[in-house]
């Protein structure tokens, strides 16, 4: 039988329903658990795909019952969840619902969540079937491993699981350090580091786009595309996240992650299959030969926001959001130029932005071609013609546009942009899933090609450590730019060097 490699088995439209598990999520009641990850949780079991031996423990130091914790998960999922509420799910799912409350450096808390999940074990039919998600800041991950494994709770049990969120370590030396920590206590195919990126149906789609049409693969390389441009952009500020975000700054809250991801699918060879091993294999290649495109001061900047408006809303500045402390230097806007050593893409810079507080939250991957040779477009008028581009949108908006010239009507040969798009809510039915719903099932299936392995952390954070190392020398702020505008004007700088403009989404 012949296989088709962008069949994903995980894809099959029969429901997967994992095996029973006691879910327990540290930081339970911090910003991304009460965002998305309850919410997610919720629309699974709205949507019948978690086991019906299941149980979900949350453990924080806010000194909750468990009907106090239930009442937090209830405004989570009813502001957050994707699909209706329904009393008798809501119910199902909170009769196995539980709450620690402690220290995560404190043993006693282990203990009691040994209980916990001892008693889920025997009135849910759990069966020790674990899975420890971390939402919690960095620094944390290393103690509760070392706590879970003293304890027992991940060493008895005979599939214990855990999820890390990023950013994996803070530089390399950290996530090499992490990665020993977890190996003492975790079986590698158990250790699952979120990168909700690679859960976003429309990141999936990219593999797709580039892959299954003839005509864009031959068109991939340095010999058509001129320059590639990644943004991810966001309108809102530091939010409520001051004291974790302050210690890590936008290039590794998301650069690191979720951004060099987006780079490797877009760069990558075409993988032997879309399955964990050989995708992998083909985006650690792909981020092994990414270099900065020159010294770390003439290819990364840095940006802070500063006070400004967003729409018609006067916003404060970085410095004066709750809870950051004056003089932060924390980076809210990161640019970089890189290159690949491959031969296909040599010559070709990969630009990549960041930033919170931007004109507007948009994330995309914009091919930009080359431009055609003078002497093919002699007696065409091109003069308000840009060149050609691929925008894939990641979201909002989800889709893609295609940027190409057309003959004004009425015109000798005049020519102009006009744009081929497709959306994903106009050309399909089916709604596009949570990327955080579609992660937590894999975990629970352990089904694990949209987690990134080791290897891809490492280089990614290799490409990343010059860039921090600099600017930590620097010292100083980094470069202001007004909240509701585009980054420092250092960004513009980067690409008018080089003769491009920003592409203003
Ligand atoms: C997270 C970052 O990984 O992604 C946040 O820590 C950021 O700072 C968020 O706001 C954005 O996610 P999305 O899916 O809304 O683009």
Request: net charge negative; with cysteine.
């Amino acid at each position: 039988m012949t296989c088709n490699p962008l069949v994903d088995p995980a894809d099959q439209r029969v429901p997967r329903i994992p095996p029973p598990c006691a879910l327990t999520i540290f930081g339970v009641t911090g910003d991304l658990a009460r965002r998305k990850v309850l919410p997610a949780i919720y629309d699974l079991a709205n949507r019948g795909l978690l086991p019906a031996g299941f149980s979900l423990t949350g453990v924080a130091r806010s000194p909750w019952t468990t009907q106090q914790f239930i009442n937090q998960a209830h405004a989570a999922v009813t502001s957050g969840a994707r699909t209706p509420f329904r009393q008798r799910v809501w119910e199902q799912l909170t009769a196995s619902m539980a709450y620690v409350s402690g220290d995560i450096a404190d043993p006693s808390t282990y203990a009691e969540l040994r209980q916990a999940l001892e008693r889920s074990d025997r009135d849910f039919g759990t069966g020790a079937n674990r899975a420890f998600y971390l939402s919690m800041p960095p620094s944390t991950f290393a103690p509760i491993c070392g706590h879970l494994a003293s304890s027992g709770l991940a060493q008895d049990s005979t599939a214990a699981k855990v999820v890390i969120e990023k950013p994996f370590g803070h530089d390399l030396a950290s996530a090499r350090a992490l990665d020993a920590t977890l190996a003492q206590v975790f079986d590698p195919s158990a250790i699952f580091r979120i990168d909700h990126y690679l859960g976003k149906e429309t990141v999936r789609g990219m593999l797709a786009t580039r892959f299954a049409n003839q005509v864009f693969e031959p068109l991939w390389s340095h010999e058509y595309v001129d320059h590639v441009q990644i943004t991810m952009a966001e309108e809102m500020g530091v939010g409520s996240r001051a004291s974790y975000y302050d210690q890590i700054g936008a290039t590794r809250d998301v650069m690191q992650n979720h951004l060099l991801q987006l780079l490797a699918i877009t760069a990558m060879e075409g993988p032997g299959s879309f399955g964990a091993a050989d995708l992998r294999r083909a985006k650690e290649n792909a981020l092994a030969a990414v270099r900065l495109a020159g010294q770390a001061n003439d290819c990364a900047v840095r940006g802070q926001y500063t006070a400004g408006w967003q729409g018609n809303i006067a916003v404060p500045g970085y410095l004066d959001e709750p809870g950051i402390p004056g003089g932060s230097t924390t980076d809210t806007f990161g640019a970089l130029k890189l290159e690949i050593a491959t031969d296909r893409w040599q010559g070709t810079p990969f630009y990549l932005r960041t930033g919170k507080r931007l004109g507007r939250r948009v994330t995309e991957v914009a091919i930009q071609f080359s431009r055609t040779a003078d002497q093919v477009r002699a007696g065409l008028e091109t003069r308000y013609m840009g060149a050609n581009a691929l925008v894939i949108r990641i979201q909002p908006d989800e889709g893609i546009t295609l940027r190409v010239g057309a003959k004004v009507p009425q015109t000798d040969m005049e020519v102009r942009d006009v744009t081929m798009d497709f959306s994903y809510g106009h050309a399909f039915t089916e709604s596009l899933p949570d990327a955080y719903e579609r992660l937590i099932l894999d975990v629970l299936l352990s089904y694990d090609p949209l987690f990134p392995g080791a290897r891809e952390v490492d280089e990614s954070w290799r490409v990343i450590d010059p860039v921090e190392q600099h600017w930590a020398s620097l010292g100083g702020p980094p470069d202001p730019y007004a909240a509701g505008t585009w980054g420092p004007a250092a960004a513009d700088g980067l690409l008018r060097r080089d003769g491009r403009e920003w592409r203003r989404p």
